[in-house]
């Protein structure tokens, strides 16, 4: 009976950790790029909203390396401050679509971990189910790259989209 116990505490943790983002200070450097601050667990993480060809943009999000002084894309959060932020880099996708209302989104994993990158690909495939959009797989064991657009572009469009895609 007690074990039982534990796995209830352990999984009403988790599932407060995914409902549970947090506060996101939004800064815009102009038109084209927004910024986004928020802290789990005194690690402090940083969101990129840059808007690319048209209406496409890159989302992606980093963390403060403290000991390197730089913005790392190499999330390795442990325990379910992990979740605290994947729910906030959740959320505020769905505020982002919603305000900006662009043609694509792409969301980049910079990461050697492939479990991170099967976590990313799911969260993005769920967003276009939810947003009525397509997906899009692309890039290699070292960079893949997550394209949420909409259906109903045209080929011109989608160009642009994966244009910019090799910008990035």
């Given at each position: ?17 995914l409902?549970s983002?947090?506060?996101?200070k ?35 999000f ?14 390795s ?6 979740l ?70 045209s ?14």
């Amino acid at each position: 009976m007690n074990i039982i116990k534990r796995f209830d505490k352990y999984f009403s943790k988790i599932e407060e950790s995914l409902n549970s983002p947090q506060l996101v200070k939004w800064e815009n450097d102009n038109d084209d790029k927004l910024f986004g601050h928020f802290k789990v667990d005194d690690i402090e993480y940083k969101i990129e909203c840059i808007k690319q060809i048209g209406p496409n943009w890159s989302y992606t999000f980093s963390y403060f390396d403290i000991n390197k002084n730089i913005w790392s894309y190499e999330i390795s959060h442990k325990g379910t401050g992990g979740l605290n932020v994947l729910s906030t880099v959740k959320t505020e996708l769905y505020t982002f679509y919603i305000k900006y209302n662009p043609n694509s989104i792409i969301f980049s994993a910079i990461d050697d971990s492939d479990t991170r990158k099967r976590l990313y690909q799911n969260f993005c495939e769920k967003f276009c189910n939810i947003n009525n959009l397509k997906f899009s797989n692309r890039g290699n064991d070292e960079y893949r790259m997550f394209v949420m657009f909409k259906k109903e572009l045209s080929e011109t469009e989608l160009e642009e989209i994966f244009q910019s895609e090799i910008g990035k």
